[in-house]
């Protein structure tokens, strides 16, 4: 039996700090300095303004003036609503994919090749990828060349290159598997038992699908959106080499603004993009909010 030493019994015992605690607030620290310090360094950087290819460190309010007077807010309409437009596409295509991929597939062999073609575009630069497009969707490419072989068409279709149609058919195919996976995660992750009792408590379905699997797959909804979401609206790739100088993006203004060393534009846009990002995401907090306060209601 073990006896405390007579020195011992005055000390407090040391105070012990679990090591989770200190891994997540060393997670959180890095991921300050590293990501939120630059976020705001780069906003506080958009109040300055340039004059003569120079920086001027006086805050104003000229760069966000100028920004909204130069007929950027068009552009910027313009690449939110085609990066929303191709994010539920992706949204409408995805989830019956992921759907079938976590609970129809009864092959393993199938689901992991399934799963192995969706990862081989990470591995592929994005450039190579899209260049192939050009090929197929020109004028003398592909589509058009068996269109007017089998009389279809008497002239090519000049409007399927360099032109938003291009853009929009150039970003389905990258963004598909940022919106494909996460929801396919969600939805493996549902036990099959509840699809189970709910198809034995007579639920058709399409009851079963709504009440059951679009619920509990809400996290991965959410996070294939926002993956398919943010990189839509930083696209540089396919409105430069599919649109042709014709469909310009935020992308394209960032990018003239840096060559033409206008920094804090360049700070601006990209805080705009980032607050325009924040506030899409908070409008979907609502909506999920709404549908989970829905659905508490009607399991009462």
Request: hydrophobic share 55%.
């Amino acid at each position: 039996m073990t006896q405390t030493r007579p020195k011992d019994k005055g000390r407090k015992p040391a105070m012990r700090i679990p090591v989770a605690t200190v891994a997540l607030w060393v997670i959180c620290a890095a991921w300050t300095i590293l990501v939120i310090v630059p976020l705001l360094i780069l906003f506080v950087y958009s109040f300055f303004s340039t004059e003569y290819f120079q920086t001027i460190y006086e805050p104003s309010l000229e760069t966000w003036k100028g920004l909204f007077a130069s007929g950027r807010w068009e552009v910027t309409l313009r690449t939110l609503r085609i990066a929303l437009t191709v994010t539920l596409i992706e949204l409408a295509i995805g989830f019956p994919f992921a759907l079938w991929l976590a609970k129809g597939a009864r092959s393993q062999m199938a689901r992991a090749v399934f799963l192995a073609l969706l990862t081989i575009p990470f591995f592929l630069d994005l450039s190579s990828r899209t260049i192939v497009w050009r090929a197929i969707l020109g004028q003398n490419g592909l589509i058009n060349t068996v269109l007017m072989s089998t009389g279809i068409t008497d002239a090519p279709l000049d409007w399927l290159l360099y032109s938003e149609f291009s853009v929009h058919f150039g970003m389905i195919p990258a963004l598909f598997p940022p919106m494909v996976l996460p929801i396919y995660m969600a939805i493996i992750l549902i036990d099959d038992t509840l699809i189970e009792a709910s198809n034995d408590l007579g639920a058709t379905p399409a009851q079963t699908l709504w009440k059951v699997i679009v619920p509990l797959s809400l996290p991965g909804v959410m996070a294939g959106f926002v993956f398919t979401l943010g990189p839509a609206l930083a696209a540089w790739v396919e409105p430069g080499m599919l649109g042709g100088g014709f469909v310009n993006l935020l992308s394209s203004s960032i990018e003239s603004a840096y060559t033409a060393l206008r920094y804090p534009v360049v700070a601006a846009l990209s805080a705009f993009v980032i607050g325009l990002l924040l506030l899409i995401l908070a409008v979907m907090a609502l909506i999920l909010r709404h549908l989970g306060g829905a659905r508490l209601a009607l399991r009462r």
